[in-house]
């Protein structure tokens, strides 16, 4: 019998995380609060039968909407979890940032949020890090792999990427170089909420309508993410309004715009 | 669980677009998506205005190729995955580059596909790619294949272009045993045969795209299939043991009498793991589970646990279809590293049959016989594994019969294990004679310890007689062997009747007896080899001798500890009862002390183990010390 289409995606998920933890020493999960990470956080402890046995790393801009860190602070007590927190605070300090009109969005992702990232996994010697990237989200995500090298300098090498077939994985490279793990690759953002409504995933609240019939659908940094117009209070609704929805997942994300290949480029250089 | 039925999450399939470059791949899964209402607001219009500014003509093909250099090139570098919905079902859209050199970027999107779409321009016909892809779809198991002829608007949708293409590749796909399901006219730039039925083809009664996608079928779980359960991890979460894997094919359940390979031991399933799940129900093909057993057997990743009535084949030489990704060609003599499910072995190709082109099927000749495969070749070889490896037919059980090759950090090839006569469970024989192309003129310890895949150490058990040493010395010794670890074991009895025969039990003989017996295993322990040695030896100072002779970590001594009583109502030799009686003197335990160590590198309390989990317990040591090791939580 053909298994349900949500029990497929988990189970292939699991496999992921099995095979990461099991090959990378120093393995880390990047956990951003959103409605991903927190799917994946929930994948890990069905991989590992209720533990998360590696640390999560919050990249920390401190541009978060600031229920973000409390929902955050609130899980690591209740599950239990090792947090690692990255933060830029030479650029934060110096001001250099985008809400300061001191850079471009795309600058400021690139300083606050990749450059950290950059900092807290060459200082804790991470080699594997566990990503919630999907290939649905945006068109460069959709020609990633499960296992994704970064260089040295953390670097994407779009255009030479390792060939993936039947579950076997990258998972040799030379030393400095580090791999992307992406177990989430394969779900759409309407398979994460059917998820959540399945397994009763707790969800931080952003996501659902409040009173002026705003709800954010991807949530990030408060200067460069918006709400969008709906009236969706439940994991139900929202599970219905993306039914009928032709609006793209980002379309409330203004890093993405700047220009044609804003957000090629920033990933090319190791944003996540 | 979801709540109304309508409501339910639905079902997915997997396409592949694949075909030559330039036949409009791309471009068709633009229009698909236009036609069907998939695309995201603002989309189209977006990159109409990108079109204008950069002063090109508007492509549909942009949709998909992402990247800045494939829109500034007009071709697909990297495959890419995208979805739409019709009203069956949820369809992912794998688009693959039909560029010979991203080869590696089209295996990988076909390999995760259900069912293929290929794509020929009808006005350049069959191209190089064309067939190579068809190839490579069989190869990688794709059997669900619909082929459409693009831009018929090119040839006026001429019936007679059609058919004379149509003609073409089907002979091409039956030289290769490939039964098609449709050839459909299409024009991708115009919507063509699409979504709807297209008046510029009033001859065509066959169906549109759409509706031979509809047609596929979602590939089911290999649950009838033999049971195949590849170990990915071993766990050791809240003192219990849990070996983590996904059932590749048949199902498991609790009471289930499994057989690992390729040690060979048994054991039955005592549970089936889940996280947030209530029950311990079967699992099928396709589960990612854990499961914990009856009885601790030494068990690591790479194993597969099968039915004891069904085993996989377990042997060190397979004949297989391969082809190559790799810059370097795949070359006789030298080493690669094996990936099948989760074993992972050293591998060597042992003979070349034939050499392909797949775009023709043309045997390739070398100009002086050499016996390599290059990139983007295809053969038919044998290839031989350092230790034994359990695998299947790929056409008996697909997730066993198939495996990649690393060359160095890459995974340079791929292939699928053909049928060839291969015997069960027994081991090949001739796969030891075949190591010697390894070694070097002046042999280091640390060669030796990286042809064996360990270094060599000595195992010393003491213990009083009859508390279990030479039980578990010789499970251990067949343990390793079977672990692919070269194993000896010095047995007590054995060395006193040749090499020590000129000595009795007094302790000045006692003592020289463990001093020879110590040199020996250095010696063996200095040629690589894990030196198993199971003595009363009952002189602390006599063991600590040993010890200095041995390197730092080389001396494992095991305390093989159980209680007097217990030795002597074992008694396995009678030396009890005849130590009581007077006719055996200095009977240690008896007439003679034991002293126990102090700090035993392993203690095995055997009034409470079994021997397998004394084994066990010895394994998890000895992997500890073991750099290249599983990883144990």
Redesign the interface.
Known sequence: MPMDPLSKLENQSIYIFREAFNKFEHLAMLWSIGKDSTVLLWLARKAFFGHVPFPLVHVDTTYKIPSMIEYRDQLVREWKLELVVGKNEEVLRAGRTFPNGQATRVECCGTLKKDALKAVLDKHHFNGVIVGVRRDEEPTRAKERYFSPRDKNMEWNVADQPPELWDQFKTDFEKGAHIRIHPLLHWTELNIWEYIERENIPIIPLYFANGQGERYRSIGCFPCTFPIKSNARTVREIIEELRHTNTPERAGRAQDKESEDAFEKLRRDGYM | ???AIS??????LKIVIVGHVDHGKSTFVGRLFHDT?S?????LEQLQH?AERRGVPFEWANL?D????ERDQNIT???????FQTQKR?Y?IIDAPGHKEFL??M??GA??AEAALLVIDAHEGVQENSRRHGYLLNL?GIRQIAVLVNKMDLEDYSQARFQHVETEYRAWLKSIHVEPKVFIPIAAKQGDNIASRSAHTPWWTGPTVLETLDDFR?S??P?GQPLRFPI??V?R??DRR?L???VESGTIQVGDKLIFHPSNKTSSVKSI????VVGTAPA?A???I?ITLTEQIFVE?GAIAAHETAPPYELTKFKARLFW?GRQPLQQGRSY?L?LATQEAEVALDALDRVLDASTLQVIQRPNGEALVARHEVAELTLRTKRPIAFDAVSEII?TG???I?D????AG?GIIVDDNYPRRTADSLHKSHDIYWSHGKVTTAQRAGRNSHAGCVVWFTGLSGSGKSTISTELERELFNLGKHAYVLDGDNIRHGLNSDLGFSPKDRKENIRRIGEVAKLFADAGLICITAFISPYRGDRDLVRQMLGPGQFIEVFVNAPMDLCERRDPKGLYAKAKAGQIKEFTGISAPYEAPEKPEIELRTDRLSVAESVTTILEYLNVLDTSGA?M?
Do not use: C, H
Not at chain 2, 7 to 12: G, H, K, L, N, S
Not at chain 2, 39 to 43: D, H, Q, S, T
């Open positions: 669980m979801s709540a409501m339910a999450p639905t079902e997915q209402g695309l995201p607001e603002g989309k990108i998909m992402a990247l800045q250099s570098i990297d495959t890419a995955q995208i979805w949820q992912v590696k970027n295996v990988t390999a995760n990688l979602v089911e779980p649950d990915q991890d766990y979460f809240d849990i983590a894997g996904r793991e889940r996280w947030n099928g396709g589960e990612s854990g990743r990704l590293k990936k997730p198939r495996f990649v690393v160095g950090f890459d995974v791929g990883v939580i």
